[in-house]
């Protein structure tokens, strides 16, 4: 008996709501003549609450927000994206092409999201009336649960879980080559670019390319070898900075850059041509080798 008298109230529900949303979609094909700016009021950042608001979409229809908490923004809704699919009732286009209504839709609720963190983080509630203790103590429990439990990256083994790195960053690598995008998207020139402004953005001195020819033809002169034929790094920073770092108060290339630049460099080296390597022993490097003994 119980079990029949809940399913009769359910059905009633549903017939209640289907007949709300009827009069839902006849009242907004109404609302389209009367007041069709709202359309430019939905592009301007206006939500559907607002609008109904605004146009007191309650008080036109007769309705109440106590017995029909979401009829006026329905009624908005279905005005400005029509009834397409004649979903409770006759077809109609919307005052705004579906697409761009649903993409207006989409920035609407991404602001009203921003708006609501804002919020919360001026208001110091949830995560953000926690202290740093509270919240390192709420991570913990996550990651200390699953641990004990051996679930997710926890119950893998070291090497499952390598595997399963590599294995993801080579699928994602593959995309990226496959799409052009990112360093994939890059002309090698570009990736050298990109380097160079991270490096600079991090406060490090950038090699330039003058730079990197006079450190290589610098070390194929036998002045700058050991006796064992090795390269004499600690000579070879010394004048290097001298050269190109002459009003430097402390140096700016060690012997271990200068090492790091020569093993890393010998691909861009195939690509200077004489000419190049020409000028820079002109330009920086004579000197250098007749004041050196």
Known sequence: MARNKNNKELVNIVITEMVAARHNVRDARLLQTLVPEIA???????????????????????????????????????????????????????????????EIGKQHRAVAS????????EEG?????LDDIAKKTIASRGGTSSRDKGVGIFGLSATERHNNAKRAGSISGAKHKANGVG?????????????????ESRGMTVYDDDEVIAAYLMFENPKFLNPNGTRNLRLGAEYHNKIFFPDSPKPVRSNNDLNNLLNRKREFMSGVTEKDKHRVQ??????????VG
């Open 40 to 102: 430019e009021d939905y592009r301007n950042g206006k939500t559907l609450m607002e609008i109904s608001d605004d146009y007191q979409v309650y008080e036109l229809f007769n309705l109440t927000p106590e017995e029909s908490p979401n009829a006026g923004r329905l009624i908005v809704y279905f005005a400005i994206v029509g009834n397409k699919y004649s979903i409770y009732g006759e077809t109609y286009a919307g005052l705004i092409p579906l697409d761009e209504a649903l």
């Open 114 to 121: 921003s708006k609501t963190g804002t919020r919360l983080v």
């Open 125 to 129: 509630r949830g995560l953000f009336g």
């Open 183 to 199: 360093v994939c998207g890059m002309t090698q020139k570009e990736r050298i670019a990109s380097g160079r402004k991270s490096a």
């Open 282 to 291: 002109e330009t920086y490097l004579a000197n250098i080798f007749k004041m």
